[in-house]
């Protein structure tokens, strides 16, 4: 295995721009989730995907924040007309099916909303 | 919704001393329950898990908890405290009525000191 991998690490972006993160699961791991975390806080349940099927969303994804994962393997998150308190890290997690409590992450991906 | 309660942002000790970290949650269910370190600029790593086997469980780098249902806690300990360790703690537990979404406590910063 070679982890989970997000990409871009850092981004820097100016309030009202479109951003779009990517996040490669281990292969084979059937469930993909996203995580925000602020400073100071451990991470928020975003939204879950079972292979492409997205399972559930958080209230804190609001209208301006959309996921896909169309072929059941990596995962983008988009956030629109970006705001000041998107900035935070965004963490991407995979578990398989035989282990399905565990969850392997990735090393996040940190958005400065200017 | 479930809750994770980490009582201490910030725990101090020295190297070779007593490791005591705190985590309650609040599901009159028992849930899954887990800890993760993080280091700087990475992402959450497994440390251990209880999943209603043993309720003392040992995880790595010399780390264990207990699961006391009583006390709706799962505290972590380590015998004996390395420069290594210092790092943050996040506390989770599963929802207890959906074992694929998880919630995590606010995390506590362990510092070692030589």
């Known amino acids: 295995d070679t982890g989970v991998s997000q990409d871009p690490r850092h981004k820097i972006t100016k309030r009202g721009q479109n951003v779009t993160f990517r996040c490669d699961p281990i292969s084979e791991h059937n469930r993909l989730y996203w995580y925000r975390q602020t400073l100071g806080q451990g991470p928020e349940f975003l939204t879950y995907f079972q292979n492409e099927a997205q399972l559930e969303k958080s209230r804190l994804l609001s209208d301006r924040f959309s996921a896909e994962r169309p072929k059941g393997s990596f995962s983008t998150l988009e956030i629109q007309r970006t705001e000041q308190g998107d900035s935070a890290m965004y963490l991407c997690a995979s578990t398989s099916r035989d282990h399905t409590d565990t969850q392997y992450f990735g090393p996040g991906t940190r958005l400065t909303v200017l | 919704a479930q809750s994770v309660t980490q009582l201490g942002s910030h725990v101090s000790v020295s190297e070779g001393a007593l490791v005591l970290l705190r985590c309650n949650y609040s599901s009159s269910v028992p849930p899954y329950l887990f800890w993760y370190v993080q280091y700087p600029n990475q992402g959450l790593q497994l440390l251990l898990k209880y999943t209603s086997a043993a309720t003392l469980v040992k995880g790595i780098n010399g780390f264990e908890a207990e699961f006391k249902k009583s006390e709706t806690s799962f505290h972590l300990t380590k015998p004996s405290a390395h420069m290594s360790d210092a790092a943050e703690y996040f506390c989770?537990?599963?929802?207890?009525?959906?074992?694929?979404?998880?919630?995590f406590g606010s995390g506590t910063k362990l510092n070692v000191k030589p």
């Open positions: 989770a537990v599963s929802d207890p009525y959906n074992f694929n979404k998880f919630y």
